[in-house]
């Protein structure tokens, strides 16, 4: 089973600033199957990213995806009032899905 | 509009057995693989289950591999999940979601999840 250990844990920033955050696999994987999630409180995940760098419909492109092989990183340009969130990352190839615990995006 | 609804969930006894129901709309269900994913209170997202879009494959995560059971029905655009010799550790928000095609493709929709408390 791939492993995916996300960080920091927490990323406490202020609106407008730049967020950064990773996501390392236990092992090297197709990128093609690297897909990144935003959840806020009480509420779905919802698709940000698929294909390690795609954007799903409807995102802004203030967020983007890269990465390959065991290490990719989900990058917010700018952060808006409602980017403020926990953002997973998950494997989904090989009959076998995993997620990452997550990065909570705080307001600093 | 593609709609995932959940529903069955609620309060069974540790060893107990409960079924889910994620009814589809919106989209033609026999064509995309579907997921369970779980969410403990408190905790990460957590896969539990898949299946093809014919039904014919299904995969499960080893925390319940032998005690779970996913289902789909054509006919009703449901999806299913039997559930039985349930844990405390079971107890969590369960979501059903719509891959983008197959089964090696992403999440691309979500129910807004249903509670399974495991509690005598």
């Known amino acids: 089973e791939i492993v995916l250990t996300q960080s920091p844990g927490t990323l406490s920033l202020s609106p407008g600033e730049r967020a950064t955050l990773s996501c390392r696999a236990s092992q090297f994987f197709n990128s093609d199957y690297l897909a990144w999630y935003q959840q806020k409180p009480g509420q779905a995940p919802r698709l940000l990213i698929y294909?390690?760098?795609t954007r799903a419909t409807g995102i802004p492109d203030r967020f983007s995806g890269s990465g390959s092989g065991t290490d990719f990183t989900l990058t917010i340009s700018r952060l808006e009032p409602e980017d403020f969130a926990v953002y997973y990352c998950?494997?989904?190839?090989?009959?076998?899905?995993?997620f990452g615990q997550g990065t909570m995006v705080e307001i600093k | 509009e593609v709609q995932l609804v959940e529903s069955g969930g609620g309060l069974v006894q540790p060893g107990g057995s409960l079924r889910l129901s994620c009814a589809a709309s919106g989209f033609t269900f026999s064509s995309y693989a579907m997921h369970w994913v779980r969410q403990a209170p408190g905790k990460g997202l957590e896969y539990v289950s898949a299946i093809s879009s014919n039904g014919g494959s299904t995969y499960y995560a080893n925390s319940v591999k032998g005690r779970f059971t996913i289902s789909r029905d054509k006919s009703k655009n449901t999806l299913y999940l039997q559930m039985g010799s349930l844990r405390s550790e079971d107890m969590a928000v369960y979501y059903c979601?719509?891959?983008?095609?197959?089964?090696?493709?992403?999440?691309?929709?979500w129910g807004q999840g249903t509670l399974v408390t495991v509690s005598s």
């Open positions: 979601a719509r891959a983008q095609g197959g089964t090696g493709t992403a999440n691309e929709y």
């Open positions: 294909g390690a760098s």
């Open positions: 998950q494997q989904y190839g090989y009959s076998a899905w995993t």
